[in-house]
């Protein structure tokens, strides 16, 4: 399951890649845009930096942009950086494989599936750009025409 971490970088990333190019974006101005809490969206800014993703500059004219296009940012990637492998379980990961101490690997049946799962994540993750989320209206996404079928909680305010 992707982690608040993971999905808050996205957004931060998504508010970014909308920046006219090398223009700068403030922490504040990306947290309040994104309903992120600023301590918290330091930290994952901190680490998208350090991974190579955003750029910074401090002072009054200072914030963050991306560091290359957001067509050359993959999704995946930015997942596996801020969340960790895209396997549910250690044995089915390609990038932290950890073998199980309670199961015999080649007739495991939940290994097996978890490794269709990690596939197919990866083959969603890994093909999309950061400029594909950005640009993508919601009724090109096959998940978004079925979300009718889905509760969804209104914030109503006073």
């Known amino acids: 399951m992707l982690t608040k971490k993971g999905k808050y970088g996205l957004k931060a990333l998504v508010h970014l890649a909308q920046m006219p190019a090398g223009q700068l974006a403030f922490v504040n101005d990306i947290a309040t845009g994104n309903n992120i809490p600023k301590k918290f969206l330091d930290a994952i800014l901190g ?70 799962v990690r596939q197919a994540i990866a083959e969603v993750l890994d093909q999309r750009s950061l400029a594909e989320m950005r640009d993508i209206g919601l009724d090109e996404l096959p998940a978004a025409r079925e979300i009718g079928d889905l509760p969804v909680a209104v914030k109503v305010q006073a």
Not at 49 to 54: H, I, L, M, P, W
Not at 80 to 93: M, T
């Open 47 to 116: 680490e998208l930096r350090n991974a190579g993703f955003v750029q910074s500059r401090k002072g009054k004219d200072g914030g963050y942009r991306l560091a290359r296009p957001a067509e050359e940012i993959k999704v995946g990637h930015v997942v596996r950086v801020l969340d960790g492998p895209l396997a549910p379980i250690p044995c089915a990961s390609r990038t932290q494989y950890q073998r199980c101490e309670d199961c015999n690997e080649a007739t495991c049946q939940v290994r097996h599936v978890m490794l269709e």
